[in-house]
Nanobody, 125 residues
C-alpha cells in the first residue's frame, strides 16, 4: 500500500522560509517522478515543482529562484525548500507520485497515481 505523508507546513511571515517533507512508503521515490502541487481556497490545484528519477527538476515560473525540490533516496523522502515566501504562496501543499511523466504532462494533476493528504502553508504578517 502506497502512502505519501506531508509535513512541515505552518504559519510564516512574508520573506520567511519553510521546508516541506513528503515521506513515502510502498514505493521508492528514486524510481518515481515526484511532484508538489498546491491549492488555494477557491482555486484549482496548481503545479509547483517536480523531480524525476534522474534528478532533473522543474518549477512553475512563480516559484523559480525561491523554491527547491530535492530527494533523499536513503530516507525515501522528497523535500520542498521554500524561501522568500509571499502571501500568494498560501495554500495546501500536496505531494504526488507517478511512475512516468513527460515534461509536457507533468503539470496535469490527473496523471499522478498517488497523493498525500496535504499540509497547510500560510504566509501572513
Amino acid at each position: 500500500q502506497v502512502q505519501l505523508v506531508e509535513s512541515g507546513g505552518g504559519l510564516v511571515q512574508p520573506g520567511g522560509s519553510l521546508r516541506l517533507s513528503c515521506a513515502a512508503s510502498g514505493l521508492a521515490v528514486s524510481r518515481y517522478a515526484m511532484a508538489w502541487f498546491r491549492q488555494a481556497p477557491g482555486k484549482e490545484r496548481e503545479f509547483v515543482a517536480a523531480i524525476r528519477w534522474g534528478a532533473n527538476t522543474y518549477y512553475t515560473d512563480s516559484v523559480k529562484g525561491r523554491f527547491t525540490i530535492s530527494r533523499d533516496n536513503a530516507k525515501n523522502t522528497v523535500y520542498l525548500q521554500m524561501n522568500s515566501l509571499k502571501p500568494e504562496d498560501t495554500a495546501i501543499y500536496y505531494c504526488a507520485a507517478d511512475p512516468s511523466f513527460t515534461v509536457q504532462t507533468m503539470q496535469n494533476p490527473a496523471i499522478y497515481d498517488y497523493w498525500g493528504q496535504g499540509t497547510q502553508v500560510t504566509v501572513s504578517s
